[in-house]
């Protein structure tokens, strides 16, 4: 599906520059609206232009969850406000998805300014230890729950510092998101945990 949408400059060099910078990382853009404590579809909406650009609070979050140390990392050294239609496709390829974003011109044709592309979605069953990582991140999520880390509500980037400060080898989002689901109470009502927070804000992680 190609949407479009009116960017300034400076925007869409934001956005390409998260874009990017989340696939280097690894992350699919489920995993970063997991990090950033947004819904689950949000990071591919903004990048689809379903949703509006990301706010201020976005860009700070979405910062740590890429660990650049300074948020002006992710900003174009000049601000430039000029408006630009701006077309997206999102297609998928020999199991990648690939990204095409063009700038529309007044006469409705298309200059492609760039293309990215990223393996699909990853699955449980695409991991061949996936059961051992995750049985291992949720020890590691019992021992914090039981020890009263929960007590100040969390961010789901702060739980995921946390856990891959504590244990020897890198842990991705994508299993830390699939733990913190059996320890919520969102999905089980007997569970530890519950979801804080509102469409407008980040969601954390608090004891209840």
Known sequence: ????????????????????????????AGQLAFLIGAASQYVEEVEAFQRPFYTSDDLHRIALALEEEHLQNLYPSVTDNDELLISVQKTEYKNRWVYTYCRVDEQNEEEVLFMLREDLDP????????????????????????????????????VFQSINKLLPTYISPFYIQLAMATFCREYDFEAPLRLVGSEKSAYRYEEC
């Open 1 to 28: 599906m190609k949407t479009t949408k009116i960017l300034t400059v400076f925007q869409l060099e934001i956005l390409y520059r998260i874009i990017l910078q989340r696939i280097a990382k690894g992350y699919t």
């Open 123 to 158: 699955t449980h069953e695409d991991m061949p230890d996936g059961d051992d990582v995750l049985a291992i991140v949720e020890d590691t999520i019992d021992v914090l729950t039981r020890s009263g880390y929960f007590y100040e509500a969390k961010l789901p980037i702060e």
